[in-house]
């Protein structure tokens, strides 16, 4: 309701969101509001990581995931424009989804990229996602079998998520899942900095009248701002015409490994709350529009870490459903 920001403090709202409105409908309770990093840019909230409080919780669904995590609610809402439900998720050791471009309704929350902002859900289990999305009026469909994806080669993640990453793996491989290799490593660097430009070019144009009223005070979005109003339309139109093409290559790869694995983050959450962290890992599923979940890893000490899966655009129901199994299997055979 505030932006996250200190200009809009106090702000009321006049209406509920959308999404807010359904989930009241079906017999939801709205127990309050969470912290976002300012205007669900870079920004941080003042919210810590429960895990570790002198880590971040990641942004921009800073207190939504931090919510969940700490046991104070079950489920709670997000928004993604580049990697702001998966991230955070990961970050604080809870299950993040960020369904289908499209599906759920975006009314009333605030825009930054309508090309790329998707609401999102937060839980502390892939059980509980499952179980929401039944509530929420979405077909669950039914448990099979598929072969997985992995990127190969690894991509680039800081040592403790590769570590983890991989024996994740292992486990699975032991215990039967089949998993085969997929060549996306580069196109997943492209279509993070494809992502990034239409971000920062929608963004700029969707808060120009609002950074020549505030400037500075805007903080982070700023920065934004400037730089997508110096952004050529050639660029933005390459950068789209590119994720439109990886959209038609992805959605071949499905048709062999209709699920792919891969880092929900680049590593641990940093420390200290002056960065929210590296949306890299998730920015190409946010651009692609296609459905993605992150579900806690095991990990011996240290703080959280995510596995991130991800479907072709439609098939909500199947990531969830391979979540759950795969997070069984983890907690069984790790």
Known sequence: TEYGSPIYSGRIGASDAAIVRELRRRGAILLGKTQTTAFAYRTPAPTRNPRNLAHTPGGSSSGSAAAVAAGMV??????????????????????GF???????PMEGVLPIATSLDTLGLFTHAPADMLLLWEAMGYSTGRDEECEFGVPEPMPEVDPAMAAAFQHALDVLRRA??????????GMLARLHDAATDVMCYEGARFHQS???EHGARLGDLADLVRAGLAMSVEIYDEAKRYVAECRTRVAEMHEATPIILVPAATGPAPSGLASTGDP???????????????????????LPLGLQLTAAHGEDAGVIRAAVRLH???AQYA
């Open 176 to 185: 039967g899942v089949a998993i085969r290799s997929v060549d996306i490593v």
């Open 98 to 104: 960020k369904p289908s471009y499209g599906l759920l």
């Open 74 to 95: 079950p489920i709670a809402l997000g928004t993604q424009t580049l990697g702001s439900v998966l991230r955070p998720a990961s970050y604080c050791g809870v299950t």
């Open 328 to 330: 069984a299997v983890l």
């Open 280 to 302: 890299r890992m998730n920015s190409p599923w946010t651009a692609l529009g296609t459905p993605a979940i992150s579900i806690p890893m095991v990990v011996e000490g240290g």
């Open 210 to 212: 609002r950074f020549n």
